[in-house]
């Protein structure tokens, strides 16, 4: 199940990007802080690095758009990363 959809303004075709964040997202290799910041797994960035620093380095710190309504609950944001994150 998604809890999150990542909207992120540097990548125009979401289609492919998306697949790639929410797929990262849901194994615990990114996670959205309290400031809605995406932080990512300092495991993640250990095992890929070329990878990584292609398509993930940049997203560091980068806030998420929020959607109109319907924001998403901190509680669950915090569940992530206390359960799934790989801190």
Known sequence: MKILVLYIKKYPSFKAAGTIYNR????????INEK???ILSPSFK????EYHAKYFAPLT????IMPKKYYPKKEFLQFHLDEVFKS
């Not at 990262?24 to 996670?31: L, W």
């Not at 250990?46 to 690095?49: A, S």
């Not at 710190?61 to 998420?64: A, E, L, V």
Request: glycine share 16%; no cysteine.
């Open 46 to 49: 250990k095992n890929k690095e």
């Open 36 to 38: 809605f910041e995406i």
């Open 24 to 31: 990262a997202y849901d194994k615990g290799f990114i996670g």
């Open 61 to 64: 710190g980068t806030k998420i």
